[in-house]
């Protein structure tokens, strides 16, 4: 997409240097639901990529089609038209058991109601997809330690998700996201259902994510949250608009005062006592 902040990944390109490779590249997709007087366009020609080092802000009223465009992004659903690259690999092409093999292996998920299983620790729910995906239990134990240390709780290694606050369980869904080789994760709402000040600690382990080398897709109707992304896209009505081209959008962003992600990582705009 074009129309880039200056302060994003590719404001290095523009200088002379490299651009971040293209993770995600979503082309001409288009998702339509039903038939006849029941079909629904849910997204139209969507073009979007999304490059390693860079978290990509979605926003838009409810039934803009964020969760769609999410859902095609992670391979959840296929498009009626167009395509959805995950690196080398064009999802739209691939039967349900390749997209759920590229999922386990490349892609990680933050949803808003966490979706820790109960009866597992916090080490063993970070650790399920890696032993799900052929990784021995000692071995994916320890990748799970090392996400859970990456954001900032391995000390809840050993405990129940009904033993962690809120914030915690969000940092252990952030660490399944990340265990092993993944570099994208796909966010839908992560700091919904957390206070703001929780909420910004989520957003502040995310950015930090990013920043190590990942890549990130975060759905959210907060303008704040917004902020720490690199760039902001808006969707209405199931059409993708860069949010630097779109004055609607600008203005949320504008008028939430955050600051850009970049700024956050400088130390620049508010902290976590705000």
């Known amino acids: 997409m074009t129309g880039r902040r200056a302060s994003g990944p590719t404001a290095g390109a523009e200088a002379g240097t490299e651009a971040s490779p293209i993770i995600l590249e979503l082309t001409g997709v288009t ?49 009626s038209a167009g395509e959805v690259r995950l690196g080398r690999d064009l999802l739209s092409h691939l039967d349900a058991a390749g997209r ?75 660490a399944r996201a990340l265990v092993g080789p993944r570099r994208l994760v796909l966010a ?20 930090q994510r990013i920043d190590a080398g990942a890549a990130g897709l975060l759905v959210t109707h907060d303008p704040r949250f917004a902020a720490w992304a690199d760039r902001t896209v808006y969707l209405r009505d199931g059409v993708v608009v860069d949010a630097d081209r779109d004055d609607r959008a600008s203005d949320l962003l504008v008028g939430a005062g955050r600051g850009s992600g970049r700024d956050r990582r400088r130390g620049i705009g508010p902290g976590l006592d705000d």
């Open 31 to 79: 998702r339509v639901h039903g038939e006849g007087e029941r079909r629904v366009v849910a997204l139209r020609e969507a073009d979007l990529e999304v490059r390693l080092g860079e978290l990509v802000a979605v926003m838009g009223p409810s039934g803009s089609g964020k969760s769609t465009l999410l859902n095609l992004a992670g391979g959840l659903d296929t498009p």
């Open 100 to 174: 759920a093999a590229i999922r386990r292996r490349r892609v990680g998920y933050v949803f808003q109601d966490l979706n820790l299983i109960p009866a597992l620790t916090a080490a063993e729910n970070v650790a399920l997809p890696r032993e799900l995906d052929g990784v021995g239990v000692r071995e994916a134990r320890e990748q799970a330690r090392s996400a859970l240390a990456e954001v900032g709780v391995v000390e809840l290694a050993d405990r129940f998700p009904e033993e962690m606050s809120g914030g915690q369980q969000q940092r252990v869904a952030i």
């Open 188 to 207: 839908d709402e992560p700091t919904g259902a957390l206070d703001s000040h929780t909420g910004e600690a989520v957003m502040r382990v995310l950015r």
